[in-house]
């Protein structure tokens, strides 16, 4: 396990020099299609390694557990930091001099992450080219955290998240995003009703809007937005975020969010095919340990 | 049905459970058996009365979270018990559920019955209950590294591993639907399926804890004290994940997670 620790702490050091050369990460760089491509290398890479595995024993031993073993506990140790310091906002830069502050754009943490990756991909082909079925859960759960990890990391960049606020009878096309840029949207949207219901201490039961939606084309469709039931129209799914809380129930304002994520149906690919292998996990896990 | 009730269910669940833990060590398995389940339902009978005059699942209060995990800790101490016959561990699983019901006796977190709309999901009961049982089964699977690192005079036998890892293995895929639930809910209420909130920092650390200890379990050559140490320390940092983080400073006022206070 020594090799996976001395790889580890590699990588920590070439990620500080990183960070010191060139800066956090900045994530916004990978919007489409440079995400693809990286997307592309990525894989072409792990191809290259696993065809050349039994001239190297490096690349064989990305595949073992003697390899995940120190790679685990190093993200997780990265991870523990992340935890204990309080992290900035997205759009701020990091609050220390190090950068743990942003934990997401510290060069370290990436490289650990992406090494995971490249070790998750190693055993993904591994046991699907060699397949066996008392592997499956195994297998399935290595491909499903593949995918939820490159498709949510790769696919962050091409989130659009903005807030709309609808004002009573109005209608409305703008959002703001988290730099509190305005933006046009594709689908227009007039408030109708602002529905609240409060407990008899006064705290919301339920807040919802009933809103009218525009598409560009010319369709119109009428539809409440409650709190944990978005609406999606054209890829764009609209949340009830907020009110105007001052005025509590008599609120003639209603904010929404409008959320916009590309690459999600992959992140739900990923995150169902890791469902599977958890349910594998305990049906077959504890046979198959049993031998 | 209140908290007030509550402790004639717990006196109840807590005798059925002793005496069988007792039948068990006198290795009356049917007896064991039926006053396990005995408890278990009377303590059923409880969390179904409060979820019916709360109008909700009693789920949202970390007293209510611990409700069910003195349920489930006898739940998974009996399914062991049936599958290795291991005496004690109905003894081990009573104990701490006794210790879950003393919390909530003498600091009872007497709550309202109101949920705020982020919770009315129906994902809200499946996510925090595999989330309760997957602690219940690493519970006991502490317990078991505990017993073996600390308390066993014996020699370390392949058997007392196996059923540590057959806990790590379920109470893992257990931890795992209740994580990825978590998700698929977070993206309906929240409009993101993962957003490093803390509470999901750490529930990626523990998650990455308990993998890191099935790994080291399938090397050639591993240690048993290390892996048990490896499922000490996972626990640990299951508490941060579980209570830990309400007392974090880092934490304050930025976890949507911050309800259970």
Redesign the interface.
């Known amino acids: 396990m020594k090799e996976g620790f001395v790889i580890g702490a590699g990588l920590i050091i070439t990620g500080l020099v990183l960070q010191f050369s060139v800066g956090p990460i900045d994530w916004s760089l990978f919007a489409w299609p440079a995400n693809i491509i990286v997307l592309y290398v990525f894989l072409l890479l792990s191809a290259i390694i696993y065809t050349f595995r039994s001239k190297a024993y490096g690349f064989r031993f990305l595949a073992t557990s003697t390899c995940a073993v120190p790679a685990l506990v190093m993200a997780a140790a990265l991870t523990i930091i992340m935890g204990l310091t309080a992290q900035v906002a997205e759009t701020s830069p990091p609050a220390d001099f190090l950068g743990i502050t942003k934990m997401l754009s510290f060069w370290p943490f990436v490289l650990l992450y992406l090494w995971i990756a490249f070790i998750l991909a190693q055993v993904s082909m591994v046991q699907v080219l060699h397949f066996k079925w008392r592997r499956l859960p195994s297998f399935v759960s290595h491909l499903g955290l593949l995918i939820t990890l490159l498709t949510a990391t790769l696919g962050s960049a091409d989130l659009q998240r903005l807030q709309m606020y609808t004002v009573l009878d109005e209608t409305e096309w703008r959002g703001i995003n988290e730099r509190n840029m305005v933006t046009e949207l594709p689908i227009a949207i007039t408030l109708k009703q602002f529905i609240m219901e409060t407990y008899d201490d006064g705290s919301p039961k339920r807040f919802a809007s009933d809103i009218i939606i525009y598409t560009k084309n010319g369709d119109s469709l009428r539809a409440t937005v409650d709190v944990n039931k978005p609406v999606e129209v054209r890829g764009w799914k609209i949340y009830q975020y907020g009110y105007d809380t001052a005025m509590g129930t008599e609120s003639k304002l209603s904010i929404l969010e409008l959320v916009r994520d590309p690459w999600l149906p992959y992140v739900y690919a990923g995150i169902y095919l890791m469902l599977f292998g958890a349910l594998t996990m305990f049906i077959v896990g504890v046979r198959r340990n049993k031998q | 049905m209140s908290w007030e009730h509550f402790i004639y269910f717990a006196i109840v669940s807590i005798l059925c459970w002793a005496y069988g833990a007792y039948a068990a060590w006198k290795n009356k398995t049917k007896t064991a058996y039926t006053f396990t389940g005995l408890g278990l339902l009377v303590f059923f009978a409880f969390i179904i009365a409060m979820w019916l005059s709360l109008e909700r699942p009693p789920l949202r209060t970390m007293g209510e979270t611990r409700l069910w995990y003195s349920f489930f800790l006898p739940l998974a101490g009996l399914i062991v018990y049936s599958r290795w016959k291991y005496k004690w561990i109905l003894s081990f699983s009573t104990l701490l559920s006794v210790v879950f019901i003393c919390v909530n006796l003498f600091k009872p977190e007497i709550h ?7 919770l ?2 129906p994902w809200f009961a499946p996510h925090v209950i595999v989330y309760m049982f997957a602690y219940a089964l690493l519970g006991a699977a502490t317990l078991m590294a505990v017993y073996i690192l600390f308390f066993s005079k014996r020699k370390t036998e392949n058997e007392e591993m ?1 059923i540590t ?2 806990l790590v ?2 109470g ?3 931890m ?2 209740g994580m ?1 639930f978590g ?2 809910w977070a ?8 957003a ?1 909130d ?1 509470k999901e ?2 529930a ?2 523990t998650w ?2 308990y ?2 200890y099935i ?2 379990r ?3 050559k591993s240690d048993v004290k290390t892996a048990l140490w490896m499922l000490v320390i996972a626990f640990i ?1 299951l508490q ?1 994940c579980w209570w830990g ?1 309400n007392y ?4 304050q006022a ?1 976890s949507v997670h911050t309800y259970m206070n």
Do not use: C, R
Not at chain 2, 187 to 194: R, V
Not at chain 2, 248 to 251: M, R
């Open positions: 309202n019955k109101t949920l705020m709309p982020a009315q999901s196996e890892d057959n293995y379920v893992l895929s257990f795992t639907f990825l998700a698929l993206k309906e209420a929240w409009g993101h399926y993962w490093w803390p920092t750490w990626a650390i990455f804890a993998l890191a790994h080291y399938l090397l050639p940092l941060m983080i974090l400073p880092s934490a930025t």
